[in-house]
């Protein structure tokens, strides 16, 4: 048996019994009056759903537990093959992307092994003044030194497959020169050192068919944006290592900044177009799971090692725009359930279809579960045994065995931080813990409304709407309180409503109503105060990491290329030029 078998079947057993196991707490609880359907619906809805809370949990206590390993190895050791570095963009602000590319390019240079990468900018830009300016920085970029001919940039007039589709069209056209290809998103950022040690791990093991890193999220200012910076920095280390333990060689790939091997890409994951229209059919959106499960089931090792370091890349900078991004994945991971049963797959893939359906299924479950339980309240009792005391115990154990579930991992990292010395990175135990214990609120704040967006987003895929490909705003974009009502004033109806029924029709169960209902009714504010960013240089408390105390090498390179072209001067004429030769380019 493998370490990760063993390591599945405890986490399995555990998610299984404490699921179970609350259900028939539950259970108890509100039957005490004889069991009603009711009382079974909820209670089946209480374990389904506190299954997937267990499991959740499993990955960060496991990681709890598994060393942490510093990745050590010589930098300037040349790797053998030849590693292709692709840089897919859609609408994204040039200057930022290609300045990132650079930097990434120097730190290659830096330590003497840029002869065994190349750089390829994959576009699939549509805006026609938006491509004008790639071609510009484009000519800014491999002016670089030891760019020319190592350097390239291709865009695409129809956007056929969307990322997937752009980077099967290289490997389908280019993909043969290479031994590797490092796949990144456009606001990706990589150490050369941790490039370089990836691809020499791709030379020393012929089995390995993909190789995830752990990226951090940097460069965030809001006070959203900064609460997932801090979250992936802390907190996600150990989840990532339990996560690495239970997949084994079986996953996860996460779509961007990890190391693939290019035959074994081209041998196994040529993707499917689904049958049928969008959003069940057509291009498979959340392809990183597939792809993982199809290298997999051609024997490949496809493995995540959250100790290589030098990963990173940013986040949505408020609520709105972080919703976007989920809601493609909701449609993507719903899509999930067409492929569970392809031919010849593992049978931890189809967990990890089924785990990712789970993840948005949960949502509406929960809300149904609400629903359910303040009905029950409403129904009259039976005159020899009124239960509402009994129910209301129940309610109130099942919201302290969620909040447990959802607030121990997140504590123990915590304890653990200060014996293994990580809380000095974060500016001691004292802020950290404040970091903590910020985010542990502002979570809990969002988590209603964040359920009620996601519960949308199934619904609308289940109605058979396609939310499609929108572009993501990776720049700074507080919303006032317009913005942010006319986005979720449905969500402040909804938490007003049923908290004012449930006061009039339920009124012994309002307390336990109102966690959920509260942050609903004030959705507006919480969005558009969570969206501001923070005034003056200095860091604020909440939410310090490591990189802001110490950046890393390629993130102030970037920042040295952004400010040195920044003030290069206005770029308006040439970009017209361009955007004419654009635009007759299309037009022929």
């Given at each position: 048996m493998t370490r990760a078998f063993l390591t599945r079947s405890v986490a399995l057993g555990a998610a299984a019994v404490l699921s179970l196991l609350g259900g028939y707490v539950f259970l108890g609880f509100a039957s005490t009056g004889g069991i009603s359907p009711l009382d079974v619906l909820r209670t089946a809805l209480v374990v389904l759903s506190g299954f997937w809370l267990v499991w959740g949990g499993a990955a960060g206590i496991i990681g709890l537990f598994v060393r942490h390993r510093a990745s050590s190895f010589d930098a300037q050791q040349l790797p053998r093959g030849l590693t292709a570095i692709l840089v897919p963009i859609y609408n994204e602000d040039p200057l930022v992307t290609f300045a990132r590319v650079a930097a990434m390019n120097r730190s290659l240079r830096t330590l003497g092994i840029q002869e065994r990468f190349h750089i390829a900018i994959l576009s699939d830009t549509t805006a026609l003044e938006v491509a004008a300016m790639e071609a510009v920085w484009f000519q800014?970029?491999?002016?670089?030194?030891?760019?020319?001919?190592?350097?390239?940039?291709?865009?695409?007039?129809q956007n056929i497959g969307k990322k997937a589709g752009n980077i099967e069209d290289f490997v389908t056209s280019s993909g043969g020169a290479y031994d590797y290809m490092l796949i990144l998103d456009a606001d990706s950022l990589m150490e050369g050192a941790t490039i370089g040690e990836m691809a020499r791990r791709m030379d020393a093991d012929p089995d390995l068919g993909l190789l995830q890193t752990l990226p951090r999220i940097i460069n965030a200012r809001s006070f959203f944006g900064r609460s997932m910076q801090f979250s992936s920095a802390y907190l996600s280390p150990a989840f990532s290592r339990g996560a690495s333990v239970?997949?084994?060689?079986?996953?996860?790939?996460?779509?961007?900044?990890?190391?693939?091997?290019?035959?074994?890409?081209?041998?196994?994951?040529?993707?499917?177009?689904?049958?049928?229209?969008p959003p069940y059919g057509g291009h498979?959106?959340?392809?990183?799971?597939?792809?993982?499960?199809?290298l997999a089931r051609g024997g490949w090792k496809v493995h995540l090692d959250p100790s290589l370091g030098g990963s990173f890349e940013e986040?949505?900078?408020?609520?709105?725009?972080?919703?976007?991004?989920?809601?493609?994945?909701?449609?993507?991971?719903?899509?999930?359930?067409?492929?569970?049963?392809?031919?010849?797959?593992?049978?931890?893939?189809r967990f990890i279809f089924l785990q990712g359906i789970m993840a948005y299924l949960a949502s509406p479950l929960w809300l149904v579960l609400m629903g359910v339980s303040i009905l029950a309240a409403m129904l009259p009792e039976p005159a020899a045994h009124p239960a509402s005391e009994m129910f209301i115990d129940g309610v109130w154990s099942l919201a302290a065995g969620v909040a447990l579930l959802l607030v121990l991992p997140k504590l123990l990292i915590l304890i653990r931080g200060i014996f293994d010395g990580?809380?000095?990175?974060?500016?001691?135990?004292?802020?950290?813990?404040?970091?903590?214990?910020?985010?542990i609120i502002f979570s809990t704040l969002l988590a209603p409304i964040l359920l009620m967006l996601q519960s949308r987003a199934v619904m609308q895929v289940l109605l058979g709407l396609d939310g499609g490909w929108p572009a993501t705003q990776r720049s700074e974009n507080h919303?006032?309180?317009?913005?942010?009502?006319?986005?979720?004033?449905?969500?402040?109806?909804?938490?007003?409503?049923?908290?004012?029924?449930?006061?009039?029709?339920?009124?012994?169960?309002?307390?336990?109503?109102?966690?959920?209902?509260?942050?609903?009714?004030?959705?507006?504010?919480?969005?558009?105060?969570?969206?501001r960013v923070a005034a003056g240089k200095k860091a604020p408390w909440f939410f310090l990491t490591a990189s802001e105390q110490a950046p890393s090498p390629v993130i102030a390179e970037h920042r040295t290329i952004m400010a040195a072209w920044s003030t290069q001067g206005p770029l308006?004429?040439?970009?017209?030029?361009?955007?004419?030769?654009?635009?007759?380019?299309?037009?022929?």
């Open positions: 800014q970029l491999v002016a670089e030194p030891e760019s020319a001919g190592r350097i390239f940039y291709r865009r695409r007039e239970l997949q084994g060689n079986e996953g996860p790939y996460w779509g961007h900044n990890a190391i693939v091997r290019v035959s074994a890409f081209a041998a196994n994951c040529g993707l499917p177009v689904l049958s049928g229209k498979i959106l959340s392809h990183d799971y597939v792809e993982a499960a199809l986040g949505p900078e408020n609520l709105v725009e972080y919703a976007k991004r989920d809601r493609r994945w909701c449609q993507g991971n719903l899509q999930h359930r067409r492929l569970m049963f392809a031919p010849g797959l593992r049978l931890w893939s990580e809380n000095r990175r974060f500016g001691g135990t004292l802020r950290a813990g404040s970091s903590v214990l910020m985010e919303l006032d309180m317009r913005d942010s009502f006319a986005n979720s004033w449905w969500i402040m109806l909804i938490g007003a409503v049923t908290m004012l029924a449930t006061l009039v029709f339920a009124p012994k169960i309002a307390l336990w109503v109102a966690p959920a209902m509260l942050p609903a009714v004030f959705a507006p504010v919480l969005i558009s105060a969570s969206s308006e004429p040439i970009i017209m030029v361009e955007a004419r030769r654009v635009a007759e380019q299309v037009n022929a």
